[in-house]
């Protein structure tokens, strides 16, 4: 019995071993299915990024560049089909621009076995050139060494770049200083004349700052409550602000600002404290011609005054009155103060007609009539020569034409004639006609507006009367008595 317990013993431990072994032997099935399992889903990974990757992958030979494999990238970047590439060699289709790219690519990966972020120029199809980052490992393929290359498109930010390269040459020549601003209202770019405007050596000094650095309080308060809301609005402004040296010294500076699609914006400055200081000198020169030009003219009135004294009454009257229609018609002040002279003298070339005819208290005759419209030709003659800001011998030579054609002494008609002589006109007929002549009594201010607002648009300028009437009926002008 013993001997048969030990039988069964050791049938036992064949048996469990057996099992054992069958129990390895199935896990080791599972496991290589397992692998096997792996192995297919890591190939259909690796062919599907191969595949459908946008940049261009390839496999070719190490030694001699020849392809074995390419995807639709490779063909959409250099224009070859599997069927033109397979089997070719690079060489043989003059891929690289410059052979030497080639080189290094297979020093490095004979070195380390990989190369990353390599630039290379290649030459597509068409001849076309383009610009690719490459990154690569050396794989065995039967033994052979083969290149898996993975090459992105940089064409587009080649030459994007090389534009921004031009450009900013072009703003380092720019005689404007130009920057760029982020979001933030920090600068990012400055050209050279951006940063000798403002007295610094080293773009680095203002490179990641606000503009705000660059202006003391006063423009800066500016910039808060007039200039940024209007730019924020409209996208663009430009104009004349105050600035700020690096030392301190405040300048008068030409500004315009664009806002950029991603937020931020350009910047262009130009020192104009030449300017400034010119146009001082400027209205320097010109206060003193107008100086110079009230006297000339009130020599002229105080000429007519002796030798007439009620041509100079009328004058006076009619300037005013002139005035006061320019201003009721908003018309800018340096208008208004040129038809004030001009009416000041608009019957100076009266100068030159007899003054028994001007004081004449009997109807003219046709030859003594003549002889008055005359005085606006003479007038012209008379002050052309004057240096003026005005175009006041154009305004007395053209105050007696009229919108429809009809007037003296060169039948002028609608826009033909200055806006100052328009006023003009109707602000002396008004005078003429309320006020006393030589040969009849004062009509009043009632038929002499009845008169323009009968002829408005004929022979008068319809804003002009407008402006005129409203004067004597809504606002109690009244002319002067001299």
């Known amino acids: 019995m013993k001997d048969q317990f030990r039988t069964n013993q050791e049938l036992l431990k064949e048996i469990s071993a057996l099992k054992q072994e069958i129990q390895e032997l199935e896990q080791s099935e599972s496991e290589r299915k397992r692998v096997q399992k792996e192995l297919t889903r890591s190939e259909e990974k690796f062919r599907k990024a191969f595949y459908t990757s946008p940049d261009s992958v390839n496999i070719n030979r190490l030694e001699d560049g020849m392809y074995i494999s390419i995807n639709p990238g490779f063909t959409r970047i250099l224009g070859y089909t599997e069927e033109e590439i397979i089997g070719k060699t690079s060489i043989e289709y003059n891929i690289w621009d410059n052979i030497e790219d080639r080189q290094r690519l297979v020093a490095g990966l004979k070195k380390d076995g990989t190369v990353s972020n390599l630039e290379a120029v290649f030459r597509a199809k068409g001849g076309d050139i383009r610009y690719g980052l490459m990154s690569a490992s050396v794989i065995n393929l039967e033994g052979v060494p083969h290149i898996l290359n993975i090459t992105r498109d940089i064409t587009d930010r080649k030459r994007a770049d090389a534009e921004l390269r031009q450009q900013s040459d072009a703003m380092n020549a720019a005689i404007d200083g130009m920057a760029i601003l982020n979001e933030e209202g920090e600068y990012v770019y400055l050209n050279k004349a951006h940063i000798m405007v403002y007295g610094y050596e080293r773009a680095e000094e203002l490179i990641g700052k606000s503009w705000r650095v660059l202006y003391d309080?006063?423009?800066?308060?500016?910039?808060?409550?007039?200039?940024?809301?209007?730019?924020?609005?409209?996208?663009?402004?430009?104009?004349?602000?105050?600035?700020?040296?690096?030392?301190?010294?405040?300048?008068?500076?030409?500004?315009?600002?664009?806002?950029?699609?991603?937020?931020?914006?350009?910047?262009?400055?130009?020192?104009?404290?030449?300017?400034?200081?010119?146009?001082?000198?400027?209205?320097?020169?010109?206060?003193?011609?107008?100086?110079?030009?009230?006297?000339?003219?009130?020599?002229?009135?105080?000429?007519?005054?002796?030798?007439?004294?009620?041509?100079?009454?009328?004058?006076?009257?009619?300037?005013?009155?002139?005035?006061?229609?320019?201003?009721?018609?908003?018309?800018?002040?340096?208008?208004?103060?040129?038809?004030?002279?001009?009416?000041?003298?608009?019957?100076?070339?009266?100068?030159?007609?007899?003054?028994?005819?001007?004081?004449?208290?009997?109807?003219?005759?046709?030859?003594?009539?003549?002889?008055?419209?005359?005085?606006?030709?003479?007038?012209?003659?008379?002050?052309?020569?004057?240096?003026?800001?005005?175009?006041?011998?154009?305004?007395?030579?053209?105050?007696h034409e009229r919108m429809d054609g009809s007037g003296y002494p060169r039948n002028l008609k609608g826009d033909e004639i200055l806006m100052e002589a328009r006023i003009m006109a109707v602000a002396d007929v008004v005078e003429a006609m309320a006020s006393h002549r030589p040969y009849r009594a004062g009509l009043g201010i009632g038929a002499a507006l009845e008169e323009i607002e009968k002829n408005r648009g004929v022979f008068y300028d319809e804003s002009v009367v407008d402006a005129c009437v409203k004067l004597f009926r809504e606002k109690g002008f009244q002319l002067q008595e001299t």
Request: charged letters at 25%.
């Open 217 to 399: 309080s006063d423009s800066l308060q500016h910039f808060d409550q007039e200039i940024m809301p209007e730019f924020s609005r409209k996208g663009y402004w430009s104009g004349d602000v105050v600035g700020m040296k690096k030392d301190g010294t405040k300048f008068p500076q030409s500004v315009s600002l664009t806002a950029m699609a991603h937020g931020g914006l350009i910047c262009v400055v130009r020192d104009i404290t030449d300017r400034k200081r010119a146009e001082e000198h400027l209205q320097e020169t010109f206060q003193n011609l107008r100086k110079s030009l009230g006297v000339t003219i009130q020599v002229m009135v105080s000429a007519i005054e002796v030798r007439d004294p009620y041509t100079a009454g009328h004058q006076i009257r009619v300037a005013d009155l002139a005035r006061a229609i320019a201003t009721e018609m908003g018309l800018p002040q340096e208008k208004i103060e040129g038809i004030r002279m001009a009416g000041s003298i608009h019957d100076i070339g009266k100068l030159s007609i007899p003054a028994e005819i001007l004081s004449k208290p009997t109807k003219l005759s046709d030859i003594e009539f003549s002889l008055i419209k005359e005085h606006a030709r003479k007038g012209y003659e008379m002050l052309k020569d004057v240096e003026s800001p005005w175009p006041l011998a154009e305004i007395v030579y053209q105050h």
